[in-house]
């Protein structure tokens, strides 16, 4: 019951670099804030962008190809998916990031460390990355008190039944309203999860953990739970599939109600630990996403 980071996770999006688009690309200068910048500190800088690039990080080129590669990964796993403007949007906003972050792992060396070197090179980028956030993310471990009061806090706010739900989450409403589709038409929602949905519970069939909140559902008493999410689910019979798919920050997600039974409140004792790797986890996540959008906030940006 206690397992609401990864559902909350998985409902946001699929990482820290898309999880946190939204809040990343708020820091992004524009093309003529950019040269403002430049202008003012007595760098040299041209207006538009070379052909066949999209944007330019500290001098560093993101090419059109990268793009247009990111564009047909996501079209090639999932085939109802179009090619639309936010969609290049979202995608180019992530290879900006992701570019701010190589940066950062390069300048530290991270590159030349011996498992990064070894990797394949479609790999290295991410390891390195990988590698850097984890040695930059620092977070103090939860106390004991915070954790007791996690514990107290949840219990108050749990409703009579707990649900188990299924998620797909893709990146469009079309594409999402074409899974439903193909769900009611009888194929396995564990098998759709697996073929369209963009986040890591897609490995299992898009099964996501217990979660309880009151019921009917209200503003502020569904335990952490989205609102519209928790609305549909419990208006779902076990084995049903929501109607229509539930929007989600820069995701819609197709909701499955696979199990529900009465909500029984477990000892202190028995989820501590569950709780302190919860509370660790959330932490982790606030960090990363604080130390990107500084990183992307110093950056010199042009697009």
């Not at 396995?188 to 979660?211: H, I, Q, T, Y």
């Not at 302190?276 to 697009?303: F, N, P």
Request: charged letters at 20%; one cysteine or more; hydrophobic letters at 45%.
């Amino acid at each position: 019951m206690f397992r609401l980071s990864p559902l909350l996770r998985a409902l946001g999006a699929c990482a820290v670099l898309a999880t946190s688009l939204s809040t990343f690309a708020q820091a992004l200068p524009s093309q003529a804030d950019a040269a403002s910048a430049a202008s003012s500190s007595g760098a040299s800088t041209t207006s538009g962008l070379p052909a066949g690039v999209v944007a330019v990080v500290n001098g560093v080129q993101i090419p059109q190809s990268a793009l247009d590669n990111g564009v047909q990964t996501v079209m090639s796993h999932n085939p109802d998916a179009t090619d639309t403007p936010q969609l290049r949007k979202a995608l180019k906003q992530q290879l900006i990031v992701r570019e701010v972050l190589r940066q950062a792992a390069v300048k530290a060396h991270y590159d030349q460390r011996p498992e990064v070197v070894q990797a394949t090179d479609s790999g290295k980028t991410d390891l390195e990355i990988r590698a850097w956030m984890q040695d930059n993310v620092h977070v103090p471990a939860p106390t004991e008190r915070e954790i007791r009061a996690r514990y107290d806090s949840t219990n108050v706010e749990l409703g009579k039944f707990e649900f188990k739900p299924q998620v797909i989450v893709v990146a469009d409403q079309k594409l999402a309203q074409a899974v439903i589709a193909k769900a009611k038409s009888g194929t396995p929602f564990d098998a759709l999860a697996r073929d369209f949905s963009m986040v890591p519970s897609k490995a299992n069939g898009g099964e996501m953990p217990w979660v309880s909140f009151k019921t009917p559902v209200k503003e502020g008493e569904t335990h952490g739970v989205p609102v519209d999410f928790a609305r549909a689910l419990a208006q779902l019979k076990v084995g049903a599939v929501a109607p229509q798919p539930v929007r989600s920050n820069q995701a819609w997600v197709v909701v499955k109600l696979e199990d529900k039974r009465a909500m029984k409140v477990q000892p202190f004792s028995d989820v501590k630990e569950e709780i302190r790797r919860e509370l660790t986890a959330e932490a982790m996540d606030a960090g990363a996403a604080k130390l990107v959008k500084s990183l992307v906030q110093s950056a010199t940006i042009v697009q």
